[in-house]
């Protein structure tokens, strides 16, 4: 239920005066609706849960994740 | 896909797991609260992967399971209501009532449609002036702030054909409740991602400090899971507990601030029945007074409604993490999900659903 989708913001555009955004997920595009994220950018990534863009992803965060795993066994070794 | 893939790595999986055989020394129960970690934990079979001393518990983190059978009767009632269109989310059609299923409901003749966002119930309520539109209300604080901003948009567009029934549930009193039941053996939190990127992670504080307990925001991919479990495994084999964050990708502390101001304007805190479970104090979000108009139980009378549960089912204890779904004689046998007896056959995210779902039959 609380599913939230990765996708990249494609295009920003308002409905009427609420912001929305055509997102891609991995080639499939959706409409968000963009109110929660004001700030998100065309070429962003952001999480979609119902509709609605809930957070952007970070990407120095998630390659900081990725880096930081990559060197578990390293570190174990050395201990 | 970006930001999924990777996290499904293999190689990255299997470091994880010899770290966690490396730094447990004795048994831990930790508690997924989200339903649809349980689900992927279940799907990737990562707690057979995990060393014997680390159990597993499945949390009560799934709104199709724990929305209360009170609620649902009375759906149903809105739904079966000539002059309405009745809106949900997909996953709640199959629930089972006092009486039938919404599903039931939609081949007799009700007008029920399954929408994708609750914006989607206001194009609805604009196509049909004629008809009383409501939406079914249900979810996390992950959803709460999609559901609160169709009642702001109606309200703001002057929609008086649109009402909402409001079932919201919230995360931190459901883990408030579980610490402090007699017989709890959680001993650690996996905090659910998408919850905490809307709400951050200021209220699991006190919680943390309070019972002593490590609770690790975490994703939802295995890699995801995996590394939350470890961060909690490295807490509770040293003593502290903190909470931490595993899913720095996608959460900050303070959460989204945008959504959590719209959630306080349109929603305030109440006690909520739990399906199985029972009341929670404070669990519940209900529509503030000023959004009266949009409030289906204030605009309906939907008093005299009799709910009766099935009583073979226990999905109150497997909602708690007391019982597994294999502990049940009716699992696989009479409740499937074809025919489910409780809410937790039911969704994909429920833990007797993935069990079944993923082939842990008897």
Known sequence: MCLAIP??????????????????????????????????????????????????????EARRTLADLQALDEISAET | MKYLDEFRNHDLAQKLL????????????????????????????LDDLLPPEIELAH????????TALESIDRAHALAR????????????LRVPGSDGDLFQIKALGGDVRVVYSPLDCLKVARANPAKSVVFFAIGFETTAPANAMSVWQARAEGLANYSVLVSHVTVPPAMTAILESPGNRVRAFLGAGHVCAVMGWEEYEPLAARYGVPIVVTGFEPVDLLEGILMAVRQLESGRHE????????????????ARRMIAQVFEPCDRAWRGIGMIPGSGYRLREEFAAFDAERVFDLDGIVSHEPEACISGLVLQGARRPLDCPAFGTSCTPETPLGATMVSAEGACAAYYNYGRRR
């Open chain 2, 243 to 258: 909470v931490e964050n595993q899913y720095a990708r996608a959460v900050v502390r303070e959460g989204n601030p945008e």
């Open chain 2, 81 to 92: 209501r000539q002059d309405a269109i009745f809106c949900s989310f997909g996953d709640m």
């Open chain 2, 59 to 66: 949390g009560p983190g799934c709104p199709v399971c724990v």
């Open chain 1, 7 to 60: 996708g990249k913001v494609a295009e920003l555009y308002k409905a009427g005066s609420v912001s929305m955004a055509r997102v891609d997920f991995g080639g499939i595009a959706r409409e968000a609706c963009m109110v929660y994220l004001p700030e998100a950018r065309v070429g962003e990534y952001v999480l979609v849960h119902a509709g609605f863009a809930i957070t952007k992803m970070d990407e120095e």
């Open chain 2, 18 to 45: 010899a770290e966690i055989r490396r730094t447990v020394t004795r048994p831990w129960v930790i508690m997924e609260v989200c339903g649809g970690q349980t689900h992927s934990i279940v799907k990737y079979g």
